[in-house]
């Protein structure tokens, strides 16, 4: 099955605590992307990847870092986790951005930083 | 840097059509303009994408006029499992996707 998988679902963590969620697709997709949705805010994307070992900022990168060392997988990493980085992850996936291909979303990592 | 505006929230009822348009004055030649349907605690889910003119898919139909400066998603008939917030989304330049602010729709019995 076609999917994107992310991990933990949820996350309870403290200030200053580094931490990774993982995100892994199995469709072969050169375009890998995070979000974080917040309310009132809707989705706004932290960092995108057009393919291995590319990545590059989205309108909120600050306090974040990914990694794209593989196809398949775009980790998104909390160096110093702070509270205001509470929030929804969503993780996606599309085949190419040239052709506006729609992109596919894992059901999300909800973080809570204390 | 195109920007979307739609409206906030929307109520309908079971079985009416339901007609969300989204502006976009400065989308580029190159966008397409691309709708997505989020359940709450769910990722988005792709519904329906244009270019220009009308499309039509199982789920939807998407209406754009020759300027391209705004897009009307329209579902038929709707049901109470058709509440959930839709999004219209443009290709912004350098790769950056922007999804604009969403249309909460609440379908009543």
């Known amino acids: 099955e076609a999917q994107v998988t992310q991990n933990p679902r949820y996350l309870i963590t403290v200030t200053g605590k580094k931490l990774t969620v993982t995100c892994s697709q199995n469709m072969n997709h050169e375009y890998m992307s995070w979000y974080r949705q917040d309310p009132g805010l809707g989705l706004r994307q932290i960092y995108y990847?057009?393919?291995?070992?590319?990545?590059d900022k989205g309108d909120v990168p600050e306090g974040y870092k990914v990694s794209r060392k593989e196809k398949r997988n775009f980790p998104l990493i909390l160096e110093s986790p702070s509270p205001n980085q509470t929030s929804l992850y969503f993780c996606?996936?599309?085949?190419?951005?040239?052709?506006?291909?729609?992109?596919?979303f894992g059901d999300g990592t909800r973080l809570s930083i204390l | 840097l195109a920007k979307t505006t739609q409206p906030i929230s929307m109520d309908s009822y079971e079985g009416q059509e339901v007609n969300i348009t989204c502006s976009h004055n400065n989308i580029a030649t190159n966008d397409y303009i691309t709708w997505y349907q989020q359940f709450p605690s769910q990722g988005p889910r792709f519904i329906i994408q244009?270019?220009?003119t009308k499309v039509t898919n199982e789920v939807a139909s998407l209406f754009i006029p020759a300027d391209r400066k705004s897009s009307t998603l329209s579902l038929p008939r709707v049901s109470l499992s058709d509440t959930a917030v839709y999004y219209c989304l443009l290709k912004a330049a350098g790769n950056k996707l922007t999804f604009g602010g969403g249309t909460r729709v609440l379908v009543k019995p």
């Open positions: 244009g270019y220009k």
């Open positions: 996606a996936s599309s085949e190419d951005t040239e052709r506006n291909q729609p992109q596919h």
């Open positions: 990847s057009m393919n291995v070992e590319v990545t």
